[in-house]
């Protein structure tokens, strides 16, 4: 059943591009549920004991290369893949209206990109890991070039640029594992992680990862793609980019770059928490000075973020699990936002706070969702993400007093950014004679993200509890005499 995983989104993927312009939208909104449903299915079968259930070959491959066919899941790749099969459905249904959802390339590299995601999240071997990732790369990439604004050029160009050089650096620490002194039996991740460095060898490997998670994620000073990228992008797309392909990088921490480089660990910690919280304070402050409602929230993205790596960075256990909530909460309520903007924008043609106003009484149905998904967006209690940001700050905390403090300040900034977006755009004087409030499509996409939210607020442990055997094993990575 696990290989439906890859031959859904390529049997889609390919099968879309012969369906009848009209069934476009219908099909691939089956398709991806398709998808959800082999997901699922999955979940249900797992024994949740943390360990990685393998359904590929551990024997090498090529063994001249020692490549494996090493494929698995455990609790914390599933709940990736849960993520990435939940929101791309909501991708497509949120862009109903539009004439790209009859689009078949659109859709094409849509399921193209569920299939990279796929793999991203369950390979165990580092080469597979890094086709994976490169595959993502190009149905996000030519999706945005295709359909993006007209301006999008030289925006994209400078996405593809850092993104290929981060994904090289971290091919080249790959194969700096492999031709150690001491090296690797094959790419396999056990094997990789049973490599022991000097600390100095450490870094420079390990930095190699951490180029390609940084600049995907991203983190401060590796940002400057992200806002210009995701204004420029079709709306599709910045939900693409935000939801789901940012959270590879995330992932990649947990599964790849710590637990392969524990020695690493001296010399990396403290400086990437140190640039992870000031792009935290730094995308909040910078988006609090916007004008584009699109850009508002692609600063707010970094900033989240951003707190969430430096967690992962803590390396303790709440601020993990603290982590993965918030990784879930971050890709429903970035959807949602964004697709905010796409219905403001849809009926006005402009995302310019100075130029929008008085929504709330055309489209009472529309401020309200609006209003609960920007209540999200700040963690209040009750939702998803005021349990994964307690606990997320609980671990900064514990590990530097100021910097926690210093990082605790995007709950305040966070109200400052979300809440003027929604005061400028939905109250004030009236700025057009006409604003329909919700087609179903929109109302059913933000009421399930609003209903997630909510329910994981209420009851995080669907998540914790689902990760954090996986995520003990995982951290036992600094407890071997390796990691010492």
Not at 19 to 32: C, D, N, Q, T, W
Not at 325 to 331: K, S
Request: glycine share 8%.
């Amino acid at each position: 059943m696990e290989l439906l995983l890859f031959i859904l989104p390529v049997f889609f993927a390919l099968s879309v591009l012969i369906v009848p312009k009209s069934g476009v939208r219908a099909y691939g909104i089956i398709g991806s549920l398709a998808v959800l449903g082999v997901v699922i299915a999955c979940m249900m079968q797992y024994n949740n004991d943390g360990t990685i259930h393998f359904f590929g070959s551990n024997k090498e491959w090529l063994p001249e290369t020692g490549i494996t066919l090493s494929f698995g899941y455990d609790g914390i790749s599933l709940i990736m893949l849960l993520l990435t099969a939940v929101l791309v459905p909501l991708v497509l249904v949120s862009n109903f209206k539009n004439e790209l959802a009859e689009n078949r390339l659109f859709t094409s590299m849509v399921f193209f990109m569920q299939l990279g995601l796929i793999g991203v999240f369950i390979s165990m071997d580092g080469l597979w890991f890094y086709v994976f990732w490169e595959i993502t790369l190009i149905p996000i990439f030519l999706i945005s070039w295709w359909f993006g604004a007209p301006e999008r050029k030289a925006a994209l160009m400078k996405f593809f640029i850092y993104t290929f050089v981060g994904s090289l650096a971290m091919l080249a620490a790959l194969i700096g594992i492999k031709v150690n002194a001491a090296h690797a039996a094959s790419f396999y991740i056990e094997d990789l992680k049973a490599v022991v460095f000097t600390s100095k060898a450490a870094c420079w490997l390990a930095l190699g990862f951490f180029l390609a998670f940084a600049i995907k994620i991203p983190i401060f000073p590796f940002h400057t793609w992200q806002p210009d990228t995701y204004t420029k992008s079709p709306m599709a797309g910045t939900m693409l980019l935000s939801g789901i392909m940012l959270k590879m990088a995330l992932y990649g921490m947990i599964r790849w770059m710590i637990p392969l480089f524990p020695e690493a660990m001296s010399c990396l910690q403290y400086p990437v928490i140190v640039l992870a919280t000031i792009g935290v304070v730094y995308g909040a402050i910078i988006a609090i000075k916007q004008k584009d409602m699109k850009r508002v929230f692609a600063f707010a993205s970094m900033s989240h973020v951003g707190l969430i790596a430096a967690a992962i960075m803590t390396w303790d256990f709440d601020a993990l699990s603290g982590s993965m909530v918030q990784i879930v909460n971050h890709g429903l309520v970035a959807v949602g936002l964004f697709l905010a903007v796409e219905i403001i924008e849809r009926r006005t043609g402009t995302r310019n706070l100075a130029d929008l106003g008085g929504y709330a009484k055309q489209a009472p149905k529309f401020a309200f969702w609006f209003a609960v998904l920007a209540f999200a967006s700040v963690s209040v209690p009750l939702t998803s993400g005021f349990i994964g940001e307690f606990l997320m700050l609980k671990g900064i905390v514990s590990f530097d007093m100021i910097i926690g403090i210093i990082a605790g300040t995007t709950l305040i900034f966070g109200a400052v950014y979300t809440f003027r977006a929604y005061q400028l755009s939905m109250f004030g004087p009236v700025t057009r004679s006409e604003f329909p409030d919700l087609h179903w499509s929109e109302l059913i996409v933000l009421a399930i993200i609003i209903l997630a939210v909510v329910i994981l607020g209420v009851y995080p442990a669907a998540i914790t509890d689902f990760v954090n055997p996986s995520l003990k094993i995982v951290l036992q990575t600094l407890s071997t005499p390796s990691g010492l």
